[in-house]
């Protein structure tokens, strides 16, 4: 069975017309005589999305009920019963109720994919995975739903359905996507010009990712090698030489010249794994492009022009930089060089040689370093001295030997020389051989001349062959020191960065990693003159006082003391101390953002209150303004009952008024730790009436089981009162009308517990601590009832108190507030400063 296709329509908020565009597609599907049929749709009151299901086939929902309430979902069962070929899936992203057959809609989506069904279906860009952090600083709202990436950018289409974000506030503005009472303050709030504008961008940019990848996985079951100039990518060689900064910059500003160029950086490695680039030098390049917002590629290749041109190719790379030739004229006329014959193998892209200081001035290189160690190239020379004339000896007793068996072990001694000793040995004894082989071997003997030709041709490639055989082994021994040093270098390299990403301080780590690995008293780093980190004794206080000090910028110095290290141990501690930048720079980022989230924190807290004030504040002002406008007015005429009833009304909503505003206040205090609190011994079976009479004919509805014998409570008699008040009025939002919430004390050592009681749809365990955030109406449809202060107000007040404030759950569904509060005296040093609150 052929799997079903799935078509995503991307929106960059709530309200741009995803599923009315996605109902569009379903009616030009259906008058095609595609079997289509709505799972799925949520109109959200949306008068103009609920006409466009027309008459469309819709499947009925099933009916969950769960903690109380009931819930309607999508029946996926009875989906895929009718098997059509299309199914119309909403919010893809939504969470299934507790008992559903899928915890996610996405994952029923799947279901119906596998079973065949093509499905059309909508999501938001803040519920995408990746990005749902991301817009949560944006919007200072966290999105709990989310689906996977992958998930979207497996479908077969992704459409964007896009709205300016003026257009889309014009539309809230015009009742088209919020009830009338919750514009304002979504305008104001998550819907805020800025806000859209930034989601709108997040939307684009990540389909255009998604574009991108639908672009290379064409060109690559095609093969096309071919450049696509869709996009201006700028690939910048890097030999890790001292060019390497003029060349990244170069490359930064012709990619700055078109909105949106890709910056990449790559350094070629030879797969003998020998050229040794400096470590340092690329670490510090490495930091240069990633600053100017390019990305660093490293990759391996016997061939370097090669190896660059397939990774150009396979990025789609529009130009490429490279630096001019730092070899001298010679050396270009034996070889053409990196440069040319990437210019020469490009094709369609471009290539920009750069000049810079150092072209055309040679490579610098220092002097090789020795093959062999010093007591070996010793001991390669006492063989040579010794070996030659007991080689003479030997063959002058024995029997006598044709000359070319004396050239073959005068061969075998030349390579057992270079064997020991290397080159320079090898050569005394080959030229020495030479001289030898003409005197004692080669007629006329006793004499340097050589009477037959065949005899000149037979030492001339004695010579040569001597010659050729040192030089291989010496450079093998060579290649074979360089391997060990490099697999030294990596292995070094590789356990400090082990040991900086498991340290909780990155720079320490590393700074005490370095001196552990080279045996060093002590390793400083100097920003400016003055110490920002150090390990060991004793340390360096300025540059004059280290045994080795290493540049790591024009601002830092890393200052090391102990001991003079070798040039090779040197590069290695150049690439440490541009990591040290790295992790400098990451400490003080972390320390930014630990100071930021505070601000943050009351930044997004001011909002939400900002947000959630606006219309409570509104509402019982209104009221009572409409109400006391009434009764002043001349040109009706009211009865007893009439005016009755509006002075009710304002009376009422100035109470409520006078709450929020004492809610308000409250909180403000317990923040700023100034709230009064004045503990008596008091009886839980007053304050507990007290309570229920503030809530009028509500309160009268709440069963209590509160015992006479409880022990006294030691507390503030007052803020017990608007505690309990806050907590049944919570209670009796969500209990049954047939269910009321019910209140029960009980005494357990020094404590006295008292539980308000409600069997309503009660709230997972994993987000109990969410209901005691400030301007939180967790899982409250009803958002424009309050500000969500109670429960936050009524912790900070029993913590005042000396108390705690927990949830638990009902048992048969529901959630239990415990309310614990000490009995008697409270204990000697006990503090009920309400700022510890």
Known sequence: MARGELRIYLGAAPGVGKTYTMLEEAHRRAQRGTDVVIALVETHGRRHTAAMLGDLEVVPRRETTYRGATFTEMDLDAVLARRPEIAVVDELAHTNVPGSHNGKRWQDVQDLLDAGISVLTTVNVQHLESLNDVVARITGAEQRETVPDAVVRAAEQVELVDMTPEALRRRMAHGNVYRPEKVDAAL???????????????????????????????????????????????????????????????????????????????????????????????????????????????????????????????????????????????????????????????????????????????????????????????????????????????????????????????????????????????????????????????????????????????????VLVAVAVSWVVDTAARKTRQAAQASADAQTLATVAGSVLRGERPLMALLDRLRETFALDSVTLLENGAVVAGVGQPGCERAGDADIEVKVDDNLLVLIKGRILQASDRRIVEAFAAQAAVALKQERLAGEAATAKPLAAADRMRTALLAAVSHDLRTPLASAKASVAGLRSRDVQFDDDDREELLATADESLDRLDRLVANLLDMSRLQAGALGVTPVEVGAEEVVPRALDDLGPAGRTVTVHVPDDLPMLHTDPGLLERVLVNLVANALRYSPPDRPPVITGSSHGDTVELRVIDHGPGI??????????????????????????????????????????????????????????????????????????
């Open 764 to 837: 997972p365990a994993d987000r109990w601590d969410d209901v005691f955030l400030p301007f939180q109406r967790l899982g409250d449809r009803d958002n424009h009832t309050g500000v969500g202060l109670g429960l936050a107000l009524s912790r900070g007040l029993t913590e005042a108190m000396g108390g705690t404030l927990t949830p638990d759950e009902t048992p048969g569904g529901g959630l239990t507030m415990v309310l614990a509060l000490p009995t008697g005296a409270p204990p000697t040093g006990a503090s009920h400063d309400p700022g510890s609150a």
């Open 188 to 462: 104001g709030n998550y819907f805020r010009t800025g806000n859209l504008t930034a989601l709108r961008e997040l939307a684009l940019l990540w389909l255009a990712d998604k574009v991108e990848e639908q672009l290379d996985k064409y060109r690559a079951d095609n093969d096309i090698d071919a450049t696509w100039e869709t996009r201006e990518r700028v690939v910048v060689a890097l030999t890790g030489g001292p060019e390497g900064d003029t060349l990244i910059r170069r490359a930064a500003r012709i990619a700055a010249r078109t909105k949106g160029a890709d910056l990449l950086a790559v350094h070629v490695t030879r797969n003998d794994g020998l050229a040794g680039a400096d470590p340092a030098q690329l670490a510090r390049q490495r930091l240069l492009a990633e600053s100017l917002g390019g990305t660093y590629h490293q990759v391996t290749g016997a061939d370097i022009p090669q190896a660059l041109l397939e990774f150009a190719r396979g990025v789609n790379a529009t130009q490429i930089v490279l630096g001019a030739s730092r070899r001298g004229r010679f050396a270009q006329i034996l070889s053409a060089g990196v440069g040319v014959t990437t210019i020469a193998r490009s094709g369609s892209i471009d290539v920009h040689l750069v000049t810079h200081e150092r072209a055309n001035r040679g490579r610098r290189r220092g002097p090789l370093p020795a093959a062999l160690s010093r007591s070996r190239r010793i001991a390669g020379f006492v063989t040579a001295l010794l070996g030659l004339p007991l080689l003479v000896l030997a063959l002058r007793v024995g029997p006598a030997l044709s000359l070319t068996n004396d050239i073959l072990l005068f061969l075998v001694a030349v390579v057992g020389v270079a064997l020991i000793g290397g080159l320079w040995p090898a050569l005394l004894a080959a030229v020495g051989g030479s001289l030898v082989l003409n005197w004692f071997f080669t007629p006329p003997y006793g004499r340097f001349t050589i009477a037959e030709s065949q005899n000149l041709l037979a030492l001339g490639i004695f």
